[in-house]
């Protein structure tokens, strides 16, 4: 298995783990480069096994397949334990990481990410019903226009849409359809008081992919995490709110003291 790896800092002696979200990759984490490299911290953000430039072999893309995977490549090649943050997707495995291999993970960052993923609302269900249905039917390529215009609707926001298309173009479409059912499937919920490393989920306060209470459902399972919503912020708040997105993810690698369990709005 070839692993693509955007490692932008190699000078710097404190890596993190980036991993991204769904038909994306590695270097979606491009606008917190800056930021954490200028922090001290080594962004170590791959192209998960079929997405961007990685290949894949394993005939079953699955959360704890992936996850094993991405676990034998990061042993050996960076100093760990390190801190891991994941987008939606990337989350999943973030998580599936450190129930698995907590010998690799010190620090965990969800964004945007669940444990167990159901819609609440029919408006919830319709957008996933269908964008899944379109991926199936019609290729992954096909229901591109639809997943950029939900996650990045503002106009000035076009160059993020078509950023998002290609990269949903190139995508293996058999890799995309499959990495969706296992996302459907995956249900980490009765594991997450296992974890107990300093923990932030942050969320986007707009975010119409993974529901805010899904969110919290996540937070308020793992013991003493804490949950960030940021305002304005959508799905890819990584993307859409960098500035504020950024200054929390620094405040939470760095923080003074660790807080009880809490949800916080904030902005920064």
């Known amino acids: 298995m070839a692993i693509y790896c955007y490692d932008p800092a190699p000078y710097n002696g404190r890596p993190i783990l980036l991993l991204h979200g769904l038909g994306a990759d ?5 606008l917190q480069f800056p ?20 290949s894949v072999v394993e005939p079953h893309w699955d959360i704890p397949s992936i996850t094993a995977l991405m676990a034998d490549w990061l042993q050996g090649r960076f100093e760990t334990p390190m ?10 495995i973030a998580l599936q990481l450190t129930l698995t291999r907590p010998d690799l993970v010190n620090r965990l960052a969800l964004v945007s990410t669940f444990a167990f993923l159901r819609p609440r609302h029919w408006q919830d269900l319709t957008y996933l019903l269908k964008r899944f249905l379109v991926a ?11 997943v950029a215009f939900h996650l990045f609707p503002n106009p000035d926001q076009a160059d993020l849409r078509r950023e998002l298309v290609q990269l949903i173009d190139e995508s293996d479409p058999e890799v995309y359809r499959t990495a969706m059912r296992a996302l459907v499937r995956f249900d980490g919920r009765r594991r997450l008081s296992e974890i107990h490393i300093p ?15 899904t969110q919290r459902e996540l937070a308020r399972g793992i013991p003493g995490a804490q ?21 929390v993810l620094l405040d939470f690698l760095q923080p ?9 709005f904030r902005t920064p």
Request: proline residues 8%; hydrophobic residues 40%; without cysteine.
């Open 256 to 264: 003074a003291g660790q807080p009880s369990q809490s949800e916080t």
């Open 26 to 30: 590695g270097h979606s984490w491009g």
């Open 35 to 54: 930021a954490l490299i200028e922090a001290g911290f080594r962004p170590i953000a791959p192209d998960l096994p079929g997405f961007g430039h990685s």
């Open 83 to 92: 801190p891991v943050a994941g987008l939606s997707m990337g989350g999943t």
């Open 136 to 146: 199936v039917t019609r290729g992954s390529a096909a229901q591109a226009d639809m």
């Open 227 to 247: 949950h960030v919503i940021i305002p304005g912020a959508r799905h890819a708040v990584i993307a859409d709110q960098t500035a504020r997105f950024n200054s």
């Open 199 to 213: 923990t932030m989920v942050i969320s986007g306060a707009l975010d119409s992919t993974v529901p805010i209470e």
